[in-house]
């Protein structure tokens, strides 16, 4: 009988390890203690219905558990007695004892206890407005909290996993406003004055060789995500207006994680972009800076050769190496080197014998020499370049200071190595559809740039915080699952 009455009284004992554990676990590793008594000093002495705390931690089970609106989270917590009580609500209604006065009883004159008529009892769950003021304050008192929440739990998943950080990577998203982006006839501004239209453009060549394009427009904002590519983690967010650039954000973003934390910088290998983040600046910046080797891959800029009326699209465009005189050792715009045999005209790929640190150069080998070749003008290509190197075949320097940092980069672009870093950078792809998903921006209620940037910074908090808690908990196999179980042995 005792367990029965225990059963009724401890909703945990009902739940043992369940769903509620996730929320526990983002509760108890998201460092939110300076944030939740910042709001507490601001409620000072006012009305204190629903406690700061608890009040906090019902925002955050609503990101938890996915919930896509306020109104939701509310019917959730009507119906679920053991969230309210983990959020720290009252389990059930409150009431308070009507008060009593002394009165005289109109037969006999005797003084009596007359109770006033009770008051409703008030429900345990806030209601929709007492979440709209709390939000309010949240988003324009603690937004700079928030942010620094996840530098904080950046440094914290530093200390557990000695390899996070060692791979990083870059990818800007795309965030629709709950805005149609039409301007109003009457106020001339939109429903999100935030907000502004954004456009990206994709393009390439398909399987038969014709030129295709794409483009994307929306009305919003873009989400600018730095995460670690190997564990599948967030390391730093920004948040701007649809139209801004993202190789500017970029830049900015790298400066600003590497100032807060140092040892995030000596700690990077390489950092991972697509094409559309490739410029000579970043690539730069990255090696020259931080000693972080760049895999961005590289976008097709030359156009000249192309006017020319025996241009062969199928063929790569190669320029010379050393355009200051007459040689025969050619490169493409992705960084390739080949020679070109003076004799025969045959191009071939140079032999890639490793990048040299101490001279900030990439060393590349004859191919003849290096794979037992025939090469009936190796010796004219040894007069071009200069060269009595014997045996061993011609070795070529391509020096980074001296040629065009955006092609040539420590990791030559379309190397085996440069292919498992690039290759990594798939992991924002699967944290960008997560954050459609799992946290439903995909379909939202969200106007204005800081409703936003605390809606989708809370996401990503709360992405870390769960990362966090199953690696302390030695589950490490389970650190990028945001609905997944914990299992009751875990």
């Known amino acids: 009988m005792a367990a029965i009455e225990l059963s009724l009284v401890d909703w945990r004992a009902v739940e043992g390890r369940s769903d509620l554990d996730r929320f526990y676990l983002v509760r108890d590793h998201l460092p939110d203690a300076r944030l939740v008594q910042y709001l507490e000093v601001m409620r000072g002495a006012g009305r204190d219905d629903y406690p700061v705390a608890a009040m906090w931690n019902a925002v955050l089970a609503g990101v938890v558990f996915q919930h896509p609106s306020i109104e939701a989270l509310i019917r959730e917590l009507g119906r679920n007695p053991a969230l309210r009580e983990a959020c720290g609500f009252a389990v059930l209604p409150l009431q308070k004892k009507p008060p009593a006065h002394v009165v005289p009883d109109a037969d006999t004159g005797r003084m009596t206890i007359a109770y006033a008529a009770p008051e409703a009892a008030r429900a345990a769950v806030p209601g929709s407005w007492n979440f709209s003021r709390f939000l309010a304050n949240v988003i324009e008192q603690t937004l700079g909290m928030v942010t620094q929440m996840i530098t904080t739990l950046r440094e914290q998943l530093m200390e557990v996993l000695p390899a996070f950080g060692c791979h990083l990577g870059y990818d800007g998203k795309a965030i629709d406003s709950h805005s149609t982006g039409r301007v109003s006839r009457t106020t001339g501004a939109t429903s999100d004055p935030d907000a502004d239209w954004g456009k990206h453009e994709t393009s390439g060549v398909d399987a038969s060789g014709k030129p295709w394009k794409k483009i994307k427009s929306w009305f919003g904002y873009g989400v600018h995500l730095i995460a670690d590519t190997h564990y599948e983690i967030p390391v730093a967010m920004h948040l701007t207006p649809a139209s801004h650039a993202e190789q500017i954000q970029l830049r900015v973003m790298l400066k600003e994680i590497f100032a807060e934390t140092p040892e995030l910088a000596e700690r990077c290998r390489d950092f991972s972009a697509d094409r559309g983040l490739d410029s000579t600046e970043t690539k730069t910046l990255l090696w020259e800076t931080y000693g972080i080797r760049p895999l961005i891959d590289t976008r097709e800029l030359w156009r000249e050769e192309k006017q020319h009326p025996d241009y062969d699209p199928a063929k790569p465009i190669t320029r010379p190496l050393f355009p200051e005189r007459v040689d025969t050792i050619v490169h493409t715009e992705k960084g390739s080197v080949h020679c070109i045999c003076p004799q025969t005209g045959e191009q071939r790929d140079l032999a890639f014998q490793g990048f040299?640190?101490?001279?900030?150069?990439?060393?590349?080998?004859?191919?003849?020499?290096?794979?037992?070749?025939?090469?009936?003008?190796?010796?004219?290509?040894?007069?071009?370049?200069?060269?009595?190197?014997?045996?061993?075949?011609?070795?070529?320097?391509?020096?980074?200071?001296?040629?065009?940092?955006?092609?040539?980069?420590?990791?030559?672009?379309?190397?085996?190595?440069?292919?498992?870093?690039?290759?990594?950078?798939?992991?924002?792809?699967?944290?960008?559809?997560?954050?459609?998903?799992?946290?439903?921006?995909?379909?939202?209620?969200?106007?204005?740039?800081?409703?936003?940037?605390?809606?989708?910074?809370?996401?990503?908090?709360?992405?870390?915080?769960?990362?966090?808690?199953?690696?302390?908990?030695?589950?490490?196999?389970?650190?990028?699952?945001?609905?997944?179980?914990?299992?009751?042995?875990?």
């Open 356 to 490: 040299e640190a101490d001279r900030n150069a990439l060393k590349y080998r004859c191919p003849a020499a290096a794979y037992g070749l025939e090469c009936q003008g190796r010796e004219r290509c040894h007069q071009a370049g200069g060269v009595t190197p014997g045996e061993y075949g011609r070795i070529v320097r391509i020096s980074l200071d001296d040629h065009d940092r955006r092609i040539f980069v420590p990791t030559p672009h379309g190397s085996p190595s440069w292919h498992r870093g690039y290759n990594r950078r798939s992991a924002l792809e699967r944290i960008n559809n997560r954050i459609d998903h799992s946290f439903g921006f995909e379909r939202h209620f969200i106007r204005g740039l800081a409703k936003m940037q605390t809606r989708v910074g809370l996401a990503l908090a709360v992405m870390m915080a769960m990362a966090l808690g199953h690696v302390k908990d030695g589950r490490l196999g389970q650190m990028r699952s945001l609905v997944q179980p914990i299992p009751a042995t875990g």
